[in-house]
Protein backbone atom coordinates (compact mmCIF):
# COMPACT_ATOMS: atom_id res chain seq x y z
CA UNK A 1 0.00 0.00 0.00
CA UNK A 2 0.72 3.42 -0.89
CA UNK A 3 2.67 5.06 2.10
CA UNK A 4 1.62 9.21 1.36
CA UNK A 5 2.64 11.13 4.53
CA UNK A 6 -0.50 13.35 5.21
CA UNK A 7 1.09 16.68 5.05
CA UNK A 8 2.61 15.71 1.71
CA UNK A 9 0.40 17.58 -1.30
CA UNK A 10 -0.56 15.83 -4.07
CA UNK A 11 -2.37 17.37 -7.04
CA UNK A 12 -5.95 14.80 -7.90
CA UNK A 13 -4.53 14.72 -11.24
CA UNK A 14 -1.42 13.19 -10.61
CA UNK A 15 -1.04 9.73 -10.77
CA UNK A 16 0.91 7.30 -8.72
CA UNK A 17 1.40 3.62 -8.58
CA UNK A 18 -0.30 2.20 -5.68
CA UNK A 19 3.11 1.26 -3.80
CA UNK A 20 4.90 4.76 -4.20
CA UNK A 21 5.84 6.22 -1.28
CA UNK A 22 6.02 10.22 -0.14
CA UNK A 23 7.41 11.77 2.79
CA UNK A 24 6.25 14.95 4.54
CA UNK A 25 5.59 18.12 2.80
CA UNK A 26 6.33 16.82 -0.68
CA UNK A 27 4.52 18.52 -3.28
CA UNK A 28 3.55 16.58 -6.36
CA UNK A 29 2.32 18.67 -9.45
CA UNK A 30 -1.01 17.15 -11.58
CA UNK A 31 0.95 15.81 -15.00
CA UNK A 32 3.32 14.41 -13.04
CA UNK A 33 3.09 10.11 -13.26
CA UNK A 34 5.55 8.14 -10.49
CA UNK A 35 5.16 4.17 -11.37
CA UNK A 36 5.68 1.11 -8.63
CA UNK A 37 8.00 0.98 -5.58
CA UNK A 38 9.90 4.65 -5.84
CA UNK A 39 10.35 6.85 -2.90
CA UNK A 40 9.87 10.73 -2.96
CA UNK A 41 11.81 12.51 0.14
CA UNK A 42 10.41 14.91 2.42
CA UNK A 43 9.82 18.34 1.18
CA UNK A 44 10.70 17.25 -2.37
CA UNK A 45 8.84 18.93 -5.33
CA UNK A 46 7.81 17.41 -8.43
CA UNK A 47 6.14 19.37 -11.34
CA UNK A 48 6.26 19.58 -15.37
CA UNK A 49 5.10 17.05 -17.25
CA UNK A 50 7.46 14.52 -15.59
CA UNK A 51 7.31 10.84 -15.41
CA UNK A 52 9.08 8.66 -13.01
CA UNK A 53 9.80 4.69 -13.79
CA UNK A 54 9.78 2.18 -11.23
CA UNK A 55 12.08 1.92 -8.04
CA UNK A 56 13.73 5.29 -8.08
CA UNK A 57 14.82 7.16 -4.65
CA UNK A 58 14.74 10.77 -4.66
CA UNK A 59 15.78 12.07 -1.37
CA UNK A 60 14.74 14.94 0.08
CA UNK A 61 14.87 18.84 -0.93
CA UNK A 62 15.46 17.30 -4.33
CA UNK A 63 13.15 19.60 -7.17
CA UNK A 64 12.49 17.18 -10.63
CA UNK A 65 10.47 18.98 -13.40
CA UNK A 66 10.88 22.36 -12.87
CA UNK A 67 10.47 25.07 -16.01
CA UNK A 68 13.80 25.38 -17.97
CA UNK A 69 16.30 27.92 -17.03
CA UNK A 70 16.22 29.27 -20.39
CA UNK A 71 14.65 32.90 -20.95
CA UNK A 72 13.17 31.55 -24.76
CA UNK A 73 11.14 29.01 -22.70
CA UNK A 74 7.55 30.27 -22.86
CA UNK A 75 5.72 27.72 -21.26
CA UNK A 76 5.60 25.01 -23.65
CA UNK A 77 3.84 21.30 -22.92
CA UNK A 78 7.99 20.05 -22.40
CA UNK A 79 8.89 16.81 -20.58
CA UNK A 80 11.08 14.89 -17.93
CA UNK A 81 11.83 11.21 -18.25
CA UNK A 82 13.12 9.46 -15.72
CA UNK A 83 14.01 5.34 -16.47
CA UNK A 84 13.85 2.68 -13.57
CA UNK A 85 16.14 1.81 -10.45
CA UNK A 86 18.19 5.95 -10.57
CA UNK A 87 19.14 7.03 -7.05
CA UNK A 88 18.89 11.13 -6.82
CA UNK A 89 20.19 12.62 -3.47
CA UNK A 90 19.57 15.64 -1.74
CA UNK A 91 19.11 18.99 -3.53
CA UNK A 92 19.40 17.54 -6.99
CA UNK A 93 17.55 20.01 -9.95
CA UNK A 94 16.51 18.36 -12.67
CA UNK A 95 14.63 20.90 -15.39
CA UNK A 96 12.05 19.82 -18.67
CA UNK A 97 13.42 20.44 -22.11
CA UNK A 98 12.82 23.05 -24.66
CA UNK A 99 10.88 23.18 -28.25
CA UNK A 100 14.80 24.46 -29.32
CA UNK A 101 15.40 21.08 -28.70
CA UNK A 102 13.65 17.31 -28.59
CA UNK A 103 11.31 18.90 -26.34
CA UNK A 104 12.38 16.11 -23.19
CA UNK A 105 15.25 16.10 -20.80
CA UNK A 106 15.87 12.27 -20.32
CA UNK A 107 17.69 10.14 -17.79
CA UNK A 108 17.63 6.21 -18.18
CA UNK A 109 18.18 3.51 -15.47
CA UNK A 110 20.53 2.68 -12.40
CA UNK A 111 22.36 6.22 -12.39
CA UNK A 112 23.49 7.25 -9.31
CA UNK A 113 23.25 11.15 -9.33
CA UNK A 114 24.82 12.91 -5.88
CA UNK A 115 23.64 16.02 -3.71
CA UNK A 116 23.77 19.81 -5.82
CA UNK A 117 23.99 18.25 -9.04
CA UNK A 118 21.93 20.03 -12.03
CA UNK A 119 20.85 18.69 -15.02
CA UNK A 120 19.44 21.28 -16.96
CA UNK A 121 17.13 21.48 -20.29
CA UNK A 122 17.38 18.86 -22.60
CA UNK A 123 19.82 16.66 -21.11
CA UNK A 124 20.31 13.07 -22.59
CA UNK A 125 21.45 10.80 -19.55
CA UNK A 126 22.51 7.41 -20.47
CA UNK A 127 22.32 4.52 -17.66
CA UNK A 128 24.55 3.40 -15.06
CA UNK A 129 26.27 6.70 -14.86
CA UNK A 130 27.69 8.67 -11.88
CA UNK A 131 27.58 12.25 -11.21
CA UNK A 132 29.29 13.01 -8.36
CA UNK A 133 28.72 16.19 -5.66
CA UNK A 134 27.35 19.55 -7.73
CA UNK A 135 28.20 18.48 -11.07
CA UNK A 136 26.89 21.17 -13.24
CA UNK A 137 25.33 20.13 -16.73
CA UNK A 138 24.17 23.10 -18.89
CA UNK A 139 21.45 22.64 -22.07
CA UNK A 140 21.58 20.33 -24.38
CA UNK A 141 24.24 17.67 -22.79
CA UNK A 142 24.90 13.89 -23.83
CA UNK A 143 26.13 11.65 -21.30
CA UNK A 144 26.86 8.27 -22.60
CA UNK A 145 26.45 4.82 -20.33
CA UNK A 146 28.29 4.01 -17.69
CA UNK A 147 30.46 7.49 -17.67
CA UNK A 148 31.65 9.16 -14.35
CA UNK A 149 31.51 13.18 -14.03
CA UNK A 150 33.99 13.98 -10.79
CA UNK A 151 32.41 16.54 -8.19
CA UNK A 152 32.18 19.83 -8.93
CA UNK A 153 32.65 19.57 -12.95
CA UNK A 154 30.82 21.64 -15.00
CA UNK A 155 29.92 20.87 -18.52
CA UNK A 156 28.75 23.26 -20.90
CA UNK A 157 26.37 23.14 -23.32
CA UNK A 158 25.64 20.64 -26.20
CA UNK A 159 28.73 18.86 -24.67
CA UNK A 160 28.91 15.42 -25.16
CA UNK A 161 30.69 12.85 -23.26
CA UNK A 162 30.88 8.68 -24.54
CA UNK A 163 30.26 5.68 -23.00
CA UNK A 164 32.42 4.34 -20.52
CA UNK A 165 34.48 7.79 -20.36
CA UNK A 166 35.17 9.60 -16.90
CA UNK A 167 36.06 13.26 -15.96
CA UNK A 168 37.93 13.66 -12.77
CA UNK A 169 36.93 16.07 -10.00
CA UNK A 170 36.96 19.71 -10.72
CA UNK A 171 37.53 19.33 -14.36
CA UNK A 172 35.92 21.80 -16.92
CA UNK A 173 34.51 20.28 -20.16
CA UNK A 174 34.26 22.55 -22.87
CA UNK A 175 34.80 19.84 -25.78
CA UNK A 176 32.96 16.53 -26.33
CA UNK A 177 34.77 13.54 -24.40
CA UNK A 178 35.06 10.55 -26.45
CA UNK A 179 34.25 7.11 -24.99
CA UNK A 180 36.51 5.69 -22.71
CA UNK A 181 38.73 8.31 -21.97
CA UNK A 182 39.83 10.11 -19.00
CA UNK A 183 39.78 13.54 -18.26
CA UNK A 184 40.87 16.72 -16.24
CA UNK A 185 42.14 20.11 -15.67
CA UNK A 186 40.75 23.52 -16.45
CA UNK A 187 40.60 23.42 -19.67
CA UNK A 188 40.32 19.28 -19.86
CA UNK A 189 43.00 17.41 -20.86
CA UNK A 190 43.34 14.00 -21.50
CA UNK A 191 44.88 11.47 -19.20
CA UNK A 192 44.41 7.68 -20.40
CA UNK A 193 41.27 5.20 -20.87
CA UNK A 194 39.14 4.43 -18.41
CA UNK A 195 40.80 1.18 -17.38
CA UNK A 196 40.14 0.08 -13.74
CA UNK A 197 36.23 1.13 -14.59
CA UNK A 198 36.84 -1.35 -17.48
CA UNK A 199 38.10 -4.04 -15.82
CA UNK A 200 35.29 -3.58 -13.34
CA UNK A 201 32.79 -4.24 -16.17
CA UNK A 202 33.85 -7.29 -17.09
CA UNK A 203 36.71 -6.23 -20.25
CA UNK A 204 38.92 -9.02 -21.39
CA UNK A 205 42.31 -7.68 -21.23
CA UNK A 206 42.35 -8.04 -24.81
CA UNK A 207 40.18 -5.80 -25.48
CA UNK A 208 41.06 -3.00 -22.44
CA UNK A 209 44.60 -3.19 -25.00
CA UNK A 210 42.50 -2.53 -28.19
CA UNK A 211 40.86 0.93 -26.20
CA UNK A 212 44.68 1.49 -25.40
CA UNK A 213 45.66 1.40 -29.02
CA UNK A 214 43.21 3.68 -30.08
CA UNK A 215 43.86 6.07 -27.37
CA UNK A 216 47.56 5.96 -28.55
CA UNK A 217 46.52 6.61 -32.02
CA UNK A 218 43.94 9.84 -31.62
CA UNK A 219 46.08 11.26 -28.63
CA UNK A 220 49.80 10.16 -28.85
CA UNK A 221 51.21 9.73 -32.27
CA UNK A 222 50.83 13.02 -33.66
CA UNK A 223 48.19 11.86 -36.03
CA UNK A 224 45.36 14.54 -37.56
CA UNK A 225 41.90 13.38 -36.18
CA UNK A 226 41.31 12.05 -39.80
CA UNK A 227 44.30 10.22 -39.79
CA UNK A 228 43.56 8.39 -36.10
CA UNK A 229 39.92 7.86 -37.14
CA UNK A 230 41.32 6.09 -40.36
CA UNK A 231 43.38 4.03 -38.73
CA UNK A 232 40.50 2.76 -35.85
CA UNK A 233 38.16 2.14 -39.27
CA UNK A 234 40.70 -0.85 -39.71
CA UNK A 235 40.45 -1.67 -36.12
CA UNK A 236 36.88 -1.79 -36.50
CA UNK A 237 36.88 -4.86 -39.58
CA UNK A 238 38.46 -6.65 -36.25
CA UNK A 239 37.17 -10.32 -35.99
CA UNK A 240 36.48 -10.30 -32.21
CA UNK A 241 33.14 -8.84 -31.88
CA UNK A 242 33.55 -6.90 -28.78
CA UNK A 243 36.92 -5.01 -30.28
CA UNK A 244 34.92 -4.02 -33.52
CA UNK A 245 32.33 -2.67 -31.84
CA UNK A 246 34.10 -0.92 -29.73
CA UNK A 247 35.92 1.06 -32.28
CA UNK A 248 32.53 1.84 -34.09
CA UNK A 249 31.62 3.39 -30.68
CA UNK A 250 34.72 5.49 -31.14
CA UNK A 251 34.42 6.38 -35.11
CA UNK A 252 30.54 7.39 -34.31
CA UNK A 253 31.35 9.60 -31.58
CA UNK A 254 33.97 10.96 -33.32
CA UNK A 255 31.90 11.55 -36.16
CA UNK A 256 29.41 13.80 -34.70
CA UNK A 257 32.26 15.81 -32.50
CA UNK A 258 30.59 19.35 -33.73
CA UNK A 259 32.14 20.99 -30.62
CA UNK A 260 35.81 19.34 -31.30
CA UNK A 261 37.64 16.78 -28.77
CA UNK A 262 39.12 16.91 -25.88
CA UNK A 263 43.28 16.70 -26.42
Known sequence: ???IHPTALIDPAAELAADVAVGPYAVIGPHVRI?????????CVIEGRTSIGPGNRIFQFASIGAAPQDKKYAGEPTRLEIG???TIREFVTINTGTVQ?????RLGDDNWIMAYVHIAHDCQLGSHTILANAVQLAGHVHIGDWAVIGGITGVHQYVRVGAHAMAGFQTRLSQDLPPFITASGNPAAAQGINAEGLRRRGFSPERIAAIKHMYRLIYRQGLPLDAARQAIQAQSASGDA???ADARLMLGFLANASRGIVR
Open 1 to 3: MAA
Open 35 to 43: DAGSRIGAH
Open 84 to 86: AGN
Open 101 to 105: DAGVT
Open 242 to 244: DMA
